[in-house]
């Protein structure tokens, strides 16, 4: 239901955008997109959400200022621009959905991001 890409291997400085599609079913049932990600050794870090309808958008104060979120409704898909990446920012990149009150319940699998210094 929830299909993620765009990982890959960067060198640091550099950008990737990662891409998460939905299904219909899952836009439908859902109201909020986040991104996530586990580094090795760390917990899963929240790393931004954007609202389906309205666009209304929040991104971790970790990676605030180099990622964005951003979403193409017609695509039922959702961005995270990745910039000014760092060696901390390796991880794998998870999207996820929820319903606005509830815990995030959809999960796709994760895509590879690693940053060589």
């Known amino acids: 239901q929830l299909q993620a890409y765009g990982g890959g291997l960067v060198q640091a400085g550099g950008s990737l955008r990662l891409s998460c599609t939905a299904s219909g079913s899952t836009v439908v049932s859902s109201d909020i997109m986040g991104w996530f990600r586990r580094a090795p050794g760390k917990v899963r870090e929240s790393v931004a959400s954007?609202?389906?309808?309205?666009?209304?958008?929040a991104v971790a104060e970790s990676v605030k200022g180099r990622f964005s979120v951003s979403k193409d409704n017609a695509r039922n898909t959702v961005y995270l621009q990745m910039n000014s990446l760092q060696p901390d920012d390796t991880a794998v990149y998870y999207c996820a959905a929820r319903q606005r009150n509830s815990a995030y319940d959809i999960w796709g699998q994760g895509t590879l991001v690693t940053v060589s210094s």
């Open positions: 954007i609202e389906w309808s309205g666009g209304g958008t």
